[in-house]
Nanobody, 121 residues
Framework: QVQLVESGGGLVQPGGSLKLSCAVS????????MGWYRQAPGKDREFVAT????????NYAEFVQGRFTITRDDDKSTLFLQMGSLRPEDTAVYYC??????????????WGQGTQVTVSS
């Protein structure tokens, strides 16, 4: 099992930037893939980005359009989401998630508690 704790959310103006972090602890060597999801009020949780933990290959939702970058820090077992050119519609609670070898290919067995991102002037 792994434990995930997000941080870095806050209030930012449209066009601004924010960097989210997800501290990973536990059986980090077992991680297959990690991802970022978000949930806006009244909407379903949606996929934002995913990163293969060892290969570091990334995939993004279409709405990201080159504005976000998902990376990891080896030393601190931390996942990041660098967000730029933020829009009001990016306002949501952002969650990180981890997939372990025992998970189905589309399942995420570990989730963080979420961090609020608000884009507003």
């Amino acid at each position: 099992q792994v434990q995930l704790v997000e941080s870095g959310g806050g209030l930012v103006q449209p066009g601004g930037s924010l960097k989210l972090s997800c501290a990973v602890s536990g059986s980090t060597s077992d991680i297959v893939r990690m991802g970022w999801y978000r949930q806006a009020p009244g909407k379903d949780r949606e996929f934002v980005a995913t990163l293969h933990w060892k290969r570091r290959s990334a995939n993004y939702a279409e709405f990201v359009q080159g504005r976000f970058t998902i990376t990891r820090d080896d030393d601190k077992s931390t996942l990041f989401l660098q967000m730029g050119s933020l829009r009001p519609e990016d306002t949501a609670v952002y969650y990180c998630a981890a997939r372990l070898p025992s998970d189905a290919p589309t399942d995420w067995s570990s989730w963080g508690q979420g961090t609020q991102v608000t884009v507003s002037s």
